[in-house]
């Protein structure tokens, strides 16, 4: 795809079809410390059906139909170990959820929340029965789940900030780039990371029926909960001789639009933190609709 001079059509309209449709997606995150690297990926079948108009926003269904986990070459793993079974199990509760979103596609509200707890209190105990030293990650999805909690959750959650994209009618004529203010929860550990996201047309064909929209994003260092002092706690407990430590950050991703159908048809974001050679976090979302 070529780049070329700015169309005079840069709005984005949503696809108002009231239809089905359905998603392929793979979440990896790869986290090293001290050059010992764990990591967790999943891949994930889904529909999401447009509901209709709610409270001046738009209500979809979200449907997960399969989760399974990816081995190092990002196939299907057979045998699973205690922990990924117990992933698996616990995400069971977020099979169905219902979903406000704006006119732009961004996520307004889980409208579910009291189902999602449900499902939580109904496998609560045979989780606990199941699993051995379980009780600090029920705490802490107790702690998600309340009502305080809950929508935050899944606001900052990079698969749900990568598909619910927040990019339709939005003038990219006029204003040159859409420039948002998110945070990134558990960053690092359990920091979480504010950040300044830009979106901007980057290529797009000459009838504009094709068109790349870029992601990149910068620390916001002037955030009132940038914490740097969380910051400087953690890099301390890695370094083994108190020497001053280097933070680098990498955020970007694409959105693969057809405009003339009003929908994205692929989107991919990496994020990627690091602290000297002592820490290394890499995490990739990729989402496909599946066309036929």
């Not at 598909?163 to 420039?179: G, K, P, Q």
Request: charge should be neutral; aromatic fraction near 10%.
């Amino acid at each position: 795809m070529n780049k070329t001079a700015p169309h005079t059509k840069t709005i984005f309209k949503l696809n108002g079809e009231r239809v089905t449709r359905h998603y392929s997606a793979e979440i990896c995150n790869e986290v090293t410390v001290n050059n010992k690297t764990t990591r967790t990926a999943t891949g994930l079948l889904f529909d999401l059906t447009f509901i209709g108009p709610t409270n001046n926003h738009l209500r979809f269904d979200l449907n997960f139909n399969k989760r399974y986990v990816l081995n190092e070459k990002n196939s299907a793993k057979t045998t699973l170990n205690t922990v990924e079974k117990l992933a698996l199990e616990v995400a069971k509760i977020n099979d169905h959820l219902s979903i406000e979103v704006s006119k732009n596609f961004k996520l307004i509200k889980i409208l579910n929340t009291k189902q999602i707890r449900d499902q939580w209190e109904r496998i609560r105990g045979t989780v606990l029965k199941e699993f051995d030293n379980i009780s600090p990650l029920v705490h802490s999805l107790d702690q998600q789940l309340m009502d305080i909690n809950i929508q935050e959750h899944f606001k900052n959650d990079l698969f749900f900030n990568s598909l619910f994209s927040a990019i339709y009618y939005y003038d990219f004529n006029s204003t040159w780039a859409l420039i948002t203010k998110k945070t990134i929860p558990n960053a690092i550990d359990n920091i979480a990371l504010p950040i300044i996201e830009t979106k901007e047309i980057t290529n797009q064909n000459r009838d504009f029926s094709k068109v790349t929209v870029s992601t990149t994003a910068e620390l916001d260092t002037n955030h009132p909960d940038f914490d740097l002092q969380a910051l400087n706690n953690f890099a301390g407990k890695l370094a083994s001789n108190n020497a001053p430590c280097d933070l680098h950050f990498n955020y970007k991703g694409t959105y693969h639009i057809e405009p003339d159908i009003g929908l994205i048809t692929q989107s991919q974001l990496l994020f990627d933190l690091s602290i000297s050679n002592l820490y290394n976090r890499t995490a990739t979302v990729t989402i496909n609709l599946d066309k036929k």
